[in-house]
């Protein structure tokens, strides 16, 4: 067993097995060293997150899908899952993740999975400190985007070498979210939440976040529902999500479920399945208005939304347009659009609410238009646009796509761009749309017409790849890979 996991740390970090055996031993000291001082300062819970954190990094050496599968699985409870004052155990699950699968493999990365103008965004984001109105809000915000970034590159890396990985990863995220959606009702028939009130799990938790969320499970399982796949999980899990997003208040997310039901569910299925999504929506829709006080919470927010904009959000985006107007090019630098919404502006703006200063942008347009200006949006539009409108590679391309076109919609009424699970799907979306690009030819494809030159495609796993270096393996489990040694076989 012991020489087991030596072997794979040796594989994973190219070290030989006595360099392997200290960077175990020296593991182990410094855990037992952080619990001795952790005892002095009391600070045992944080020590004690770090160690785990520690001790799963070197499991994710052997297995380095595991850390994705935990994040994916508890970002819908990111706000209650702490490591103490540190961070979210999403975060550091995530930073787990990067930092195991990442490491073993640089060098072998596809990175050309995510689509240049993805990269372009984010160096533009990056160069926005330049220009921006106050630096340090910048830095406050500017690692986590880059972060999420990174860890969407790699989920692409993972999905363009095992696309059949994209399923069970949105059933993780899927029971995460349904355990968040009954916390959230528990909250409302308990009492925690008064009736008449928009739903969230948590405490000081917004209602719109709680939304977006929940909102990739309920279109996931209305697909897995509508193709005969897991029937009885995907009615639970989709009645519970949809009974939680329609308390919740959120018009953008009512908004998102209508247009994927339209757009992207109903034109597939056909009649029958299509009524069947429906009919799901609507029983989660019916159900939800005899709990006391959700019809009125829902007429009261479906009269209000034309003539506000959605909770006073035309004055929001009136004083955003103020600010694009100030910089329209470069913008006010990311995550300076509280910054930039100063009363001067509200005057300006002659608007009657949200006169008070430092308020987000709530839409993904003004936003991006207000922080990195045109040339962010395009860069922004080019990124995403594609992944919305083509489809990508595989069985579950239009899930992933309709999950997307789903939080982009609900993205236009609140902040979205910084949330993991958008950047989870993204990274889904760019590994299917690189498949599609360099998908092979089918055995079956018709033959071209004489004269002509077709460019012949090898499989995606072969592609790009030293001939050195052996083939990722899907039949090992959770990505685990072996790579082969001279005079020695895997």
Known sequence: MKSDVLLHIREA??????????????????????????????????????????????????????????????????????????????????????????????????????????????????????????????????????????IAVLVADVVAHRPTIIRPLLWAYSLGAAFTAILGILAYLTGAVASGQRVTAFADQDAGQFALLLLPALIFTLHELTGGR??????????????????????????????????????????????????????????????????????????????????????????????????????????????????????QADISSYTDPNFGSHSIVVGTFGELGVVGAICLVLFLGPLLVRRGWGPHAAAVQAILAAMMTAALFIDALNRKQVWLVIGIAAGLAYLRRHAPVPDDAPAPAPGRVVRVSAPPAARGRPRSEPAFRNQLPLGRTRLRTPGRTP
């Open 230 to 347: 897991l029937v009885v999980p995907s009615v639970i899990v989709g009645g519970l999500t949809g009974m939680a997003i329609v308390m919740s208040g959120t018009r953008g997310s009512w908004l998102g479920v209508a247009l994927v039901v339209v757009v992207f569910l109903l034109p597939r299925l056909g009649l029958l399945r299509g009524m069947l999504a429906v009919a799901l929506i609507a029983v989660a829709i019916g159900v939800s208005l005899q709990l006391p006080g959700v019809a009125d919470l829902v007429l009261q927010r479906t009269v209000l939304a034309v003539p506000t904009g959605g909770a006073g959000r035309v004055d929001i985006w009136t004083v955003g347009l103020q600010i694009v107007e100030s910089s329209p090019v470069t913008g006010v630098g990311y995550a300076n659009f509280p910054i930039a919404y100063t009363p001067q502006l509200v005057n």
């Open 13 to 150: 970090f190219g070290v030989r097995e006595r360099t392997a055996l200290y960077l175990v031993l020296g593991v182990v000291e410094v855990a037992g060293i952080g619990v001795l001082v952790a005892g002095r300062l009391d600070r045992i819970e944080q020590v004690a997150g770090l160690t785990a954190v520690l001790f799963t990094l070197l499991i994710s050496v052997r297995w380095p899908l595991i850390p994705l599968f935990a994040f994916a699985a508890i970002i819908p409870m990111e706000e209650v899952v702490r490591i103490g004052d540190l961070a979210t155990a999403s975060k550091a699950l995530g930073l787990l993740f990067a930092v195991s699968y990442a490491l073993p493999r640089i060098g072998r990365l596809r990175i050309s999975a995510m689509p240049k103008a993805g990269y372009a965004y984010i160096a533009w984001a990056i160069l926005s400190v330049g220009w921006a109105l106050q630096p340090s809000a910048y830095f406050a915000e500017i690692p986590t985007l880059v972060e999420l970034f990174t």
